[in-house]
């Protein structure tokens, strides 16, 4: 199992996790902290417990918690309008949040909501937060995505807000799911080659198959399931409690990406186990990767003034 072994002091840096309050979010912002860096907690949840305990633990309390919906395009610019207007630098985006469950439900945006919080949510929002990256220097960018990446199935750039052909809801939202990790890869990339010449480091990580509760939350906001997904989610269960990892655990190559010294200057890869990892050959399509770069812009509606040229 891969470990951060940086030995490095982030008193002065400024971290800002999505999905902070819990599982590998709150993992990472708890080792973030506890070595001096100002952690932005984002999350719809209430986080102010775990804002505390961070700074219980860490004796830093130089931690805050901001409310975010990566569901809403509303909420994510009113999130990252007040990050840009608060805080002077930014070294340390971690594009963490994610969700499954919601087959073929839509945000109010008209977005499929898995694909709207995992891959639009993090898309816009690191495009809003690009001018603060670019005069913080070295500042850095990970994008939390998964192997599951390779169970995509998308085949042009229009299907990535489009409904799977499944008719089971309990396929559709492991399609979405999938869908949505081979985004974060290419999210990562397009970053990464864009913003290279700013001094900017971006990549993507497999964090490996950790006990969080985002299995049982899936299953929960999908209800009633079939029996082979019942024995789908049953296998994952067992496996994940059997041989995956814990949270903390779960957070090692997201904090390797973020802090260690030897990622500077390495970009747009995919990283698993602190160690660069193969990626999905869809990934590695640029005109695929460019068709759905600009879909995405498309979608959440970006201004030719915010796009990065």
């Known amino acids: 199992m891969g470990w951060c072994r940086a030995k490095v002091c982030l008193v002065g840096k400024t971290a800002l996790v999505?999905?902070?309050?819990?599982?590998?979010?709150?993992?990472?912002?708890?080792?973030?902290?506890?070595?001096?860096?100002?952690?932005?907690?984002?999350?719809i949840v209430d986080s102010e417990s775990s804002r505390k305990q961070i700074v219980e633990e860490t004796g830093n309390d130089n931690i805050i918690y901001k409310w975010l919906d990566l569901g809403s395009l509303q909420s994510t610019r009113k999130f990252a309008k007040d990050i840009i207007k608060t805080e002077p630098r930014l070294d340390i985006l971690i594009n963490n949040a994610g969700v499954a469950g919601f087959a073929e439900i839509c945000s109010d945006d008209g977005i499929l909501m898995d694909m709207h919080i995992n891959h639009f949510g993090s898309f816009l929002l690191t495009h809003l937060l690009v001018d603060l990256l670019k005069q913080t220097p070295k500042s850095r960018v990970v994008f939390v995505s998964s192997n599951m990446a390779f169970l995509h199935q998308l085949k042009t750039a229009e299907d990535i807000n489009r409904p799977s052909k499944f008719n089971n809801k309990d396929f559709k939202t492991i399609i979405n799911y999938s869908n949505s990790k081979l985004c974060n890869i290419i999210s990562a990339s397009g970053f990464a080659k864009r913003l290279t010449k700013f001094g900017i480091t971006v990549n993507a990580v497999h964090p490996g198959?950790?006990?969080?509760?985002?299995?049982?939350?899936?299953?929960?906001?999908?209800?009633?399931?079939?029996w082979i997904f019942k024995i789908f989610h049953l296998v994952c269960n067992?496996?994940?409690?059997?041989?995956g990892k814990n949270a903390e655990e779960g957070a090692q190559t997201s904090l390797h990406c973020a802090i260690d010294k030897s990622v500077e200057g390495i970009s747009g890869k995919f990283f698993f186990d602190c160690k660069v990892f193969k990626i999905p050959p869809k990934a590695a399509d640029g005109d695929f990767s460019e068709a759905v770069w600009a879909e995405s812009e498309k979608i959440v509606k970006l201004s030719q003034e915010e796009k990065i040229q």
């Open 18 to 43: 999505t999905g902070g309050n819990s599982g590998i979010g709150y993992q990472t912002a708890l080792h973030l902290a506890s070595r001096g860096c100002r952690v932005i907690i984002a999350d």
């Open 209 to 226: 198959s950790v006990c969080t509760e985002i299995y049982n939350s899936s299953r929960n906001r999908l209800g009633d399931c079939t």
């Open 238 to 243: 067992i496996i994940t409690w059997c041989f």
